[in-house]
């Protein structure tokens, strides 16, 4: 009979000892948790709702150093036995598109389910303990709480991040990896949202509108999505933003010149864009520049395009030149943002950078440096994009941790 512990209880800590608890039913495990309860982030997730999977799960929605980690743990942990760990706690599924949810769409039921399986395998959990560090105690380990002192023979850091607003999520893993011989990937704020340098969309702030938003890190496109840009005072927002967002932190990390670029007609190529506008031109030519776009885009965002384009919002539509038709085609398909920074770690749903993934077996999840000790969930340099990838690579990562710190 072995002692399993296992630092963090967000939800990759609590998959790991159910799972360790499985597999090894005499094995003592037991969890040390920063906060008052277990799983407190995953009451936000998914606006409440907990975006468990996707049915599309594939290493090539894991971004960085973590793309080959991830894969080697989803070979090993696949979708079926991903939602096989949620019907097992007694979560029914369903499904909206190809993003997975428990079927009350309740985080709350998530974790508690979780909770009541931990309990029924009698997983000790202390709650409210701020461990201080962990170091080798001849062939286990000494984890050091506040004036506690507690053993293992197996350590398990589930941490998580400095992501959320969530207290206790500050970072603390990192320093006792570090401790223990790891190094770090930058860790920086990822899906979250982007500050503009003096943004020119500001008086449209609230507009939800279609378009195609491309990182472009020293002029070279990185990443692009297409969906919902949500455009706020002081920048930009919305899944296509936050889908992006990792490389902009990380662009911003390494002093480079990053800029967005917004496609507001990401359907028409901008020869059809170009051809569009004339036409209109020629069709509504007694209406003004500003009405002769209404229909196609959002009211409060057709002035800041004139702007842009430098055209006067009362101009009539027939007065305008080849030349600024071909000005506004360009902003519309082609509009450069200033990034001059991104909102904090408190406002990002995950971060980017950890533990540095060469230095864990893709395997076992095992340390390469520390025998006996395993790394799992957002504290590991891994990271996905929205839609239930983050959430599934907790789960796998605790789960094979847990299995084999368990002894399989």
Sequence with gaps: MGKIAIIGGGISGMAAAITAARTDSSAEVFILEHNEILGKKILSTGNGRCNLTNMQLSADYYRGGGAQLA????????????????????LLTRS?????????????????SLQMEL???????????????????????????????????????????????????????????????????????ALVQLKVRANPFAKASGVRTEARIAARIDGRERAADTGELQITSYGISGIPVFQISRFISRGLYDRRNVQVEADFLPDVSYQNAESLLARRAEQFKERSAEGYLRGIFNR????????????????????????????????CKHTLLDIEATNGFEQAQICAGGVKTSEISPDTMESLYVPGLYLAGEMVDVDGICGGYNITWAVASGHIAGCHAAGR
Aim: hydrophobic share 40%; with cysteine; net charge neutral.
């Design 300 to 331: 409060k965002l057709i002035p800041r395009l004139l702007d842009l384009a430098h055209i006067k919002a009362k101009m009539p539509a027939g007065n305008l030149t080849p030349a600024q038709i071909k000005s506004l085609a360009a902003v």
């Design 71 to 90: 894969e080697a743990v989803l070979r090993q942990f696949s979708l079926e036995q991903t939602l096989e760990f949620f019907h097992s706690l007694g």
């Design 96 to 112: 909206r598109g190809d993003y997975v949810y428990p079927r009350s769409e309740q985080a709350a039921d998530v974790r508690e």
């Design 119 to 189: 309990e029924r395998l009698q997983v000790s959990c202390h709650l409210e303990e701020h461990v201080r560090s962990v170091r080798r105690d001849g062939r286990g380990f000494a984890i050091e709480s506040g004036d506690k002192l507690y053993r293992a023979d197996k350590v398990i850091l589930a941490c998580g991040s400095r992501a959320s607003q969530i207290a206790g999520s500050d970072g603390s893993g990192y320093a006792l990896a570090q401790g223990l011989g790891h190094t770090l990937e930058p860790v920086v704020p």
